[in-house]
């Protein structure tokens, strides 16, 4: 006979119970591959380093993506809003060079607000294994440093609609008004 320690008993016990669940049969044909999240993915990185060729936004790391059977597919990223450089040759901005990063942020994030739509609408036409009633939801970090001024700057940009009223807004079947009224925004 196997004698084991008190706490352990428990441990063994729940361990060998667990062993009589029959495990859920492995899904064969996944709705979404990892292929199509992986091609979404790219094409959100590539349109956020797109957005403003000239003073570019900075992604941090990938855009990464995960379906939720039942829910929908769910993207994040996480950039800064401007590209900016702290070096030995520029070591700290002024008050004023803050007051004008704080400007520029501000207008920025309704620049990317009206194009984290495109890149929902892009990515509900892309994902075809998504069933039309679940959800597409996009939700951007936003990068700041210690010294910035945050007032009315959010630090989440999350967008969620359902790829049925995305892709009627790509076929002209609904209008952008209507489309933005069908799209929860949440700044967090």
């Known amino acids: 006979m196997i004698r084991f320690a008190p706490g352990l008993r428990a441990t063994v016990a729940l361990v060998l119970s667990a062993a009589r669940i029959p495990a859920a049969p492995p899904q064969q044909n996944p709705a979404v591959t990892h292929a199509a999240l992986a091609a979404v993915e790219t094409k959100l990185d590539n349109t956020i380093r797109s957005l403003d060729v000239n003073e570019p936004y900075d992604l941090l790391g990938m855009t990464r993506g995960i379906y939720l059977p039942g829910f929908g597919a769910v993207f994040t990223a996480e950039l800064n809003l401007v590209f900016m450089t702290i070096s030995?040759?520029?070591?700290?901005?002024?008050?004023?060079?803050?007051?004008?990063?704080?400007?520029?942020?501000?207008?920025?994030?309704?620049?990317?607000?009206?194009?984290?739509?495109?890149?929902?609408?892009?990515?509900?036409?892309?994902?075809?294994?998504?069933?039309?009633?679940?959800?597409?939801?996009?939700?951007?970090?936003?990068?700041?440093?210690r010294f910035e001024i945050k007032d009315g700057l959010p630090n989440q940009v999350i967008m969620q609609a359902p790829r049925k009223a995305l892709l009627d807004f790509e076929a002209g079947r609904i209008d952008a008004a209507t489309l933005d009224s069908l799209i929860r925004t949440q700044e967090l």
């Open 88 to 145: 030995p040759f520029v070591p700290a901005l002024t008050p004023a060079d803050i007051q004008k990063l704080h400007a520029k942020k501000l207008a920025r994030v309704a620049t990317l607000k009206r194009h984290m739509r495109d890149m929902m609408v892009n990515a509900a036409v892309a994902l075809k294994g998504v069933p039309p009633e679940e959800q597409i939801v996009l939700g951007i970090s936003l990068f700041y440093r």
